[in-house]
């Protein structure tokens, strides 16, 4: 028996977006068949959403023309572009969340709903990040967590679970944290844990450069997010401080949890000058209470990426700066034994080498990392190296 074809939604909403001055109001104006929007050369001229409606059979095409998007010069700027679609209210409506930045460099979220014709804000309130998923369980609509900025001279981050009661969309709590050690918010993050229930995982300042990260559940029986503690770890603050800001957590291995990582002292040997740039790290799920899963590995500063290594390497690894500069090379303890190089190059650079050709790992700019397996260690290939080596900066 065939599939019933789903109905399509009453309206959709399209944010248009890209870089400024390269015609986005103009295809706004385009599509609509009339000027809706502002055209100009002046780049950023359009400093709010301004929409346009195409109507095709029952469906209502809302288009929410944006400013330009911004090479982000700070943490602040990139906000410029956080958006999102989600139900909150319930499964017939769309909203689009919009996240901007003032003038006077405070933060804003806007949540829009388009009903009959007309455009309305839902909420409109300060914040420094947000995330939508499915934590209450409803199934049929979603729910926003707002992270607050800090209200009082202890800091500390106040998060607001926003979700639906009785076709209503409503704040339903807020949860303080860290009072006295958080001074804000860097991110927040979605996953699913051991039970698959969903759970938040927050990255959090605690001063100018220093990062650490906390977890929070839902708790079904209570309606109420609350902070959760992993078996055999009393001070979540303490074991997972890392000094270095970029290391925000993220799901490394793609299998639907959040990981965070763990700068460690253990790891190995990080020869000058490659420990002003390279850390060992553990990525940690934390998701049951045998302490989750974790991947060990090495990070790259200066690229932003993460190379996992076998966890029979760990404490027994010398990692050293390679002949051209261009990388490092993996070696045994004592140093005179080389597993395998990795190396960032021009892609015109030879890949042909006198113990074994490069392989291209990933680009990195206009530039190219590729690695090469000088002795063989269990675990530790070309294949196994191209799998397990992730660009932060692009998850």
């Not at 076709?167 to 844990?193: D, I, K, M």
């Not at 401080?241 to 799901?251: A, H, I, K, P, Q």
Request: hydrophobic fraction near 35%.
């Amino acid at each position: 028996m065939a599939k019933p074809i789903p109905e399509m939604p009453s309206s959709v909403f399209v944010a248009l977006v890209g870089r400024p001055n390269v015609g986005k109001s103009s295809l706004t104006n385009y599509l609509v068949g009339e000027k809706v929007a502002i055209v100009t050369k002046k780049p950023q001229t359009t400093r709010s959403r301004i929409t346009g409606v195409i109507t095709k059979g029952p469906v209502q095409y809302v288009l929410m023309d944006t400013p330009g998007i911004h090479a982000a010069r700070n943490k602040l700027d990139a906000r410029m572009t956080q958006t999102a679609a989600a139900s909150l209210k319930d499964a017939d409506s769309k909203q689009l969340l919009t996240g901007y930045i003032s003038p006077q460099g405070d933060q804003y979220l806007a949540v829009y709903q388009y009903d009959n014709g007309s455009l309305s804000t839902v909420i409109s309130k300060s914040y420094t990040d947000m995330i939508v998923a499915n934590f209450t369980g409803k199934g049929d609509t979603q729910d926003l967590v707002l992270a607050l900025p800090p209200d009082t001279e202890l800091g500390g981050v106040t998060l607001q679970l926003l979700t639906a009661n009785d076709g209503e969309f409503r704040s339903t709590q807020t949860l303080n944290l860290g009072e006295g050690v958080y001074s804000s918010c860097a991110a927040l993050h979605a996953g699913t844990g051991s039970d698959d229930a969903m759970y938040l995982v927050m990255d959090a300042w605690t001063g100018t450069s220093s990062l650490v990260s906390d977890i929070i559940l839902y708790d079904a029986e209570t309606g109420f997010l609350q902070p959760y503690r992993p078996g055999g770890m009393s001070d979540i603050q303490r074991s997972t401080l890392r000094y270095n800001d970029t290391l925000l957590s993220c799901d490394i291995d793609g299998n639907g949890t959040v990981d965070i990582p763990v700068e460690i002292d253990d790891g190995g040997t990080l020869q000058t000058p490659m420990d002003k740039r390279l850390s060992f790290l553990l990525w940690k799920d934390y998701t049951s209470t045998a302490g989750g899963n974790s991947r060990f590995g090495v990070y790259d500063s200066e690229y932003d990426l993460f190379m996992e290594l076998p966890e029979s390497m760990h404490g027994s690894v010398l990692i050293r700066a390679n002949q051209g500069g261009t990388g490092w090379l993996i070696c045994n303890a004592e140093g005179n034994t080389v597993y395998c190089e990795m190396r960032v190059v021009e892609p015109t650079t030879d890949t042909a080498s006198g113990d074994g050709n490069y392989l291209r790992i990933a680009n990195i700019g206009s530039q190219q990392l590729q690695a090469r397996v000088v002795t063989p260690y269990y675990g530790l290939n070309l294949d196994s190296i191209s799998q397990n080596t992730v660009l932060l900066g692009s998850n």
